[in-house]
């Protein structure tokens, strides 16, 4: 029930900012051009998000994602003479590395995951740099050209995105793995006394992070035809924050996927609408900072609510 409660929220958000920028630049909001094009956004950030949320949901946080998507669309468009299948699997082996690091360290070397993805961010960003020498690399592989275009009326990313909505959703709550991730998540010793293999839990929500930021960087270069050095500096403060819009928390224990799309999508929707408003970027930034800063401040804010209930049964039992 409260999973459904969050997804109806996300859903409730998306369409308060869709009617609003509905009425504020009515000639252009609602053109098929401009949805064409917040639906094309959305699905490139979709894999980030879903990876942040598996994290999320076994207890954990990734920092590193933004700078896994850089390089892993580095990777595929320097490689791109090898032929397409070869960079594409060179760039996603990367993610799985990168994710095999950071669950190793927050397992085994016991690290938090925020500094341990946040020292693989920066590891993987000098990593980028001295790759590219700062460099944008073009994209001219007419494979990799089609990855990111459009498949009929539709773009390929968003088919991509839309699978691995359903695939995901599939495991997160049908799946043992998914009930595992759950439960480390939102109790990891009470998991562990039940027999969760809760260390094993969390390495795969990293592992999964990884492949997914690293899929997320393919389409993303395939889409710009170039990899650039810029890509992902945001990508943290937009994968945390609409995991949480869609009803995930920093504690762990709670998410969907279905949620964080949706909470993708109200994003999504808020950032195009200020783009035609003409609101500034220096603004936009700020404001998406309050976003997550509020959403983080609502899920403590709820978690000590449920403590002060959970103590009040207690006491009254």
């Not at 082996?93 to 693989?120: E, Q």
Request: aromatic residues 4%; charged residues 10%; positive net charge.
């Amino acid at each position: 029930m409260l999973r459904r409660l969050n997804r109806q929220t996300a859903l409730l958000v998306a369409l308060a900012i869709t009617a609003f920028f509905a009425v504020e630049v009515p000639g252009l909001f609602l053109t098929p051009g401009n949805l064409a094009n917040v639906a094309r956004q959305v699905s490139l950030d979709a894999p980030l998000v879903f990876a942040q949320t598996l994290v999320l949901v076994a207890g954990g946080i990734d920092i590193s994602l933004g700078s896994t998507m850089a390089m892993a669309g580095a990777l595929v468009a320097g490689l791109q003479g090898y032929g397409a299948p070869v960079a594409a699997a060179a760039a996603l082996s990367f993610g799985l590395g990168v994710g095999a690091l950071n669950g190793v360290l927050a397992t085994r070397f016991r690290i938090v995951p925020f500094v341990a993805t946040l020292g693989t961010m920066s590891l993987v960003r000098g990593l980028l740099l001295t790759y590219t020498q700062q460099q944008s690399i073009p994209i001219t592989d007419t494979s990799l050209i089609r990855l990111g275009g459009d498949l009929g009326p539709l773009p390929v990313p968003l088919l991509c995105s839309l699978a691995l909505l359903a695939a995901l959703s599939l495991v997160l709550d049908r799946t043992r793995t998914g009930r595992d991730l759950y439960a480390t998540g939102g109790n990891r010793e009470a998991a562990y006394l039940a027999g969760v293999a809760v260390e094993r839990s969390l390495f795969l929500a990293f592992l999964a992070s990884g492949l997914l930021a690293a899929l997320g960087g393919v389409l993303l270069a395939a889409r710009l035809n170039a990899a650039t050095v810029q890509l992902g500096t945001d990508t943290p403060l937009l994968t945390i924050s609409a995991a949480m819009i869609g009803g995930a928390s920093l504690l762990g224990g709670r998410g969907t996927m279905t949620g964080a799309f949706l909470g993708l999508l109200a994003l999504g929707v808020l950032n195009n609408g200020m783009n035609l408003l003409g609101v500034h970027t220096h603004y936009q930034i700020a404001i998406r900072a309050v976003i997550l800063i509020a959403v983080v401040a609502l899920d403590a804010l709820g978690a000590r609510l449920a403590r002060r209930r959970a103590a009040a049964r207690a006491t009254a039992g």
